[in-house]
């Protein structure tokens, strides 16, 4: 008897010790079939919405669309591994929720698979390509705020060696080292920009030991496209300057940080859930940039100068203007082949499978062979 | 021709210094972990928890600081929470007898999710932390001061800390108990130690180290509280124990080597030097891999030989009194 009770204990402290994380759920309860125009959404979530980068702006997003008044719901699950995902979308499909937003690049096959047997609810995947008849996706052209962010570097820069700290070397992240160099480089032709990879989108010791090793050589303005502001920590430390990305970062590095490039889903949210409250929502491939809001600059720090200041903005008018294409040509690569002829302005394919760094970019790409889709 | 070698020297050293410096500062919260998880392993007990005990001990002391603005106060109270908390997986496995890897692994997730729940309202809040604290005239010396010398003050209290465990580990009688009770808790009994005791004792003891080396992540080595910032560092730590056959001198050099490997990495990149980061981060893994492979065949050319490398012979085994083996 008495192990039998002991063994019931056992087990019951170790559920609860192994089910105490998920009860952070949020899916609320069923929800009733509402009025039409009525919208219940629901994100899934890769990363923690604590990670004060990508998540944390997509949960950002969620909470703006709460405020309006035919959004009668709303709900999150974070940290859903890639291959766990298909489960969690329909069960959020399941309880009645008509808007569903998936927000992993990985999440594109679960989605659509989920998005067939739910004929009637909308889906919308974030960061990846594929589009049915009740998904959509979206994304936002960040390489525009990044090089917006690179000009402050490469104005500020005494040494005219920038370094940053980089994610994953896919078109993705490497179009905003690209663009963070361009950018630098317009306003400072000499300037060099140092890359390290750390294989990981969020990992803050990594993205340190990535950025001291930058500072190791000399580089006085650091730059990120990772998800902690480990990078900010560095470059105040050290007396030098530093550029943010996905959210203001200035409260972790007030001395250091000039400006950052940063992610904003409401607008693009928003719309969707407008859209489809007024009944003319349509699969689309939405990719906005600076003129939408969704990508953009967080304020300037006190060190960047109005001269600065307006020199930036005017070219960000002009890339809103569609008078000045980042990747427009002519753009060479490191070894100086021209990628981009004079006069040409790259399409949207070629910007989703970009493989090259730009000249003036010090750093290596793994495999030169391989392409990522 | 003197002033070419100097310039060369210099060269030498501006890539070492910086390089080395890394391994040290990313070795350390590892090496807290390590020789935790040596402690506990010593007494005969496996617990897989590390990476949440890190993550409890780094949100703690976080938040500690954060109130009471007092880094010291942080580390200590990160610590003693890691313990704390250590103590659910000694009562499950010394007293209850539940299985080391499964308790250890929901100790894990618990770790995480508590953290995260403690931790959502610290995200984006700064707290007093340590700092790069200069020694003197012995921060001054050329590449060894650089190397050794200018840290934070949890990195200089490792100096002194380490080799403290090992001595009383191995010098003293309270050490030779735990590795006793680790080796053979029937003898162990027999002759009147209480091994329970001795197991909780080694469980707790262990469990705030790792949350010490938790608390190094989040007051001095990237002071801030961001969820799951450990990242994975419990997990390289089990890796070491057996790297470093469990002797805390040996973890020394275990942990230093796996921080080296990623400092290096990007020293190279830095540079433009082409190379495999990914091949870089696996080496320290090779390493463990043939280190076992290697101490298995010299086990299997004795074929009775002494399991001296192969850990404590009652690890993970249950032990209860009216059980005769």
């Known amino acids: 008897m008495i192990t039998h009770l002991k063994k019931l204990f056992v087990i019951s402290i170790v559920t609860v010790l192994v089910l105490m994380p998920f009860t952070q759920l949020n899916a609320g309860d069923m929800a009733a079939p509402g009025k039409p125009g009525d919208v219940k959404a629901a994100f899934v979530l890769v990363g923690p919405v604590g990670d004060g980068g990508w998540s944390y702006m997509h949960n950002e997003s969620r909470l703006a669309l709460k405020k309006l008044p035919y959004v009668k719901k709303t709900a999150f699950i974070e940290s859903v591994p890639e291959g766990e995902s298909e489960r969690v979308i329909m069960e959020f499909a399941r309880k009645g929720f008509n808007l569903i937003f998936t927000t992993s690049y990985g999440y594109a096959d679960p989605t659509l698979n989920v998005a067939r047997r739910f004929p009637n609810v909308v889906f919308e995947h974030c960061s990846g390509f594929l589009t049915s008849e009740n998904m959509g996706n979206y994304f936002g052209r960040s390489h525009d705020a990044m090089f917006l962010a690179g000009m402050a570097a490469g104005e500020m820069t005494e040494t005219n060696i920038l370094g940053i700290v980089a994610a994953h070397p896919i078109p993705e992240v490497i179009r905003n080292v690209n663009a963070w160099a361009l950018g630098a480089q317009s306003v400072n032709p000499d300037v060099k920009v140092h890359v390290v990879w750390t294989n990981s989108w969020f990992d803050p010791p990594r993205e340190r030991e990535g950025a001291e090793s930058l500072v190791a050589i000399g580089a006085d303005v650091l730059g990120q496209d990772q998800d902690s502001p480990a990078v900010q920590q560095v470059a105040q430390r050290n007396g030098l300057y530093s550029v943010g990305y996905n959210s203001d970062m200035t409260k972790f590095a007030p001395k250091a940080h000039l400006v950052s490039a940063v992610w904003d889903w409401s607008p693009i949210v928003n719309q969707i859930a407008e859209d489809l409250h007024n009944g003319v929502w349509k699969p689309e491939a939405i990719w906005p940039g600076l003129e939408s809001g969704v990508v953009g600059l967080s304020p300037f720090g006190k060190m960047v100068t109005e001269d600065v200041i307006a020199k930036i903005e005017a070219k960000k008018q002009e890339i809103i203007d569609g008078k000045f294409v980042v990747f427009g040509g002519e753009l060479k690569d490191q070894d100086g082949n021209i990628v981009v002829p004079a006069g040409v302005v790259p399409t949207d394919d070629e910007l989703l499978s970009q493989y090259y760094l730009v000249k003036g970019v010090v750093g290596s790409l793994p495999g030169g062979e391989v392409r990522y889709q | ?325």
């Not at chain 2, 995480?112 to 610290?122: E, K, N, R």
């Not at chain 2, 969820?227 to 730590?237: D, I, K, L, S, T």
């Not at chain 2, 990149?269 to 696996?282: C, I, K, N």
Request: no cysteine; aromatic share 12%; hydrophobic share 50%.
């Open chain 2, 1 to 325: 021709m003197a002033e070419v070698f100097i310039h060369e020297l210099e060269i030498i050293i501006g890539f070492l210094g910086p390089f080395l410096q890394a391994a040290i500062r990313s070795g350390t919260p590892l090496l807290f972990a390590t020789i935790g998880e040596i402690y506990t392993e010593r007494s005969g007990n496996i617990n897989l928890g590390i990476e949440g005990l890190m993550l409890v001990g780094a949100v703690t002391g976080f938040m500690t600081s954060l109130w009471t603005g007092n880094p010291v106060l942080g580390v200590m109270l990160g610590a003693i929470g890691g313990g704390i908390v250590s103590l659910i997986h000694a009562f499950l496995t010394v007293t209850l007898n539940v299985n080391h890897i499964v308790s250890g692994l929901a100790l894990v997730f618990f770790g995480t999710g508590v953290s995260a729940v403690l931790g959502t309202p610290l995200i984006g809040k700064i707290a007093p932390h340590f700092d790069e604290i200069r020694l003197g005239f012995l921060s001054d010396i050329p590449l060894i001061g650089k190397v050794f010398f200018q840290h934070n003050s949890l990195v200089y209290f490792s100096y002194i800390f380490v080799p403290l465990s090992w001595y009383f580990l191995y010098k003293t009688r309270t050490g030779l108990y735990i590795r006793t009770v680790g080796e053979n808790p029937q003898t162990a009994d027999t002759v009147g130690l209480n091994v329970a005791k001795i197991r909780y004792a080694s469980i707790f003891a262990g469990g705030m180290m790792m949350g010490l080396g938790g608390a190094y992540l989040s007051l001095a080595y990237t002071p801030m509280w961001i969820e799951n910032m450990v990242a994975g560092r419990g997990w390289v730590a089990i890796a070491l124990v057996i790297f470093s056959m469990w002797n805390p001198m040996v973890a020394i050099f275990g942990a230093y080597l796996f921080g080296g490997m990623d400092a290096l990495g990007f020293a190279l990149q830095a540079r433009g030097v082409q190379v495999s980061t990914h091949l870089l981060g696996m080496l320290p893994y090779l390493f463990t891999i043939f280190l076992l492979a290697g101490s298995m065949w010299r086990m299997r050319k004795k074929s009775m030989g002494l399991s001296i490398s192969m850990g404590p012979s009652a690890l993970g085994k249950p032990f209860s009194k009216e059980q005769k083996s």
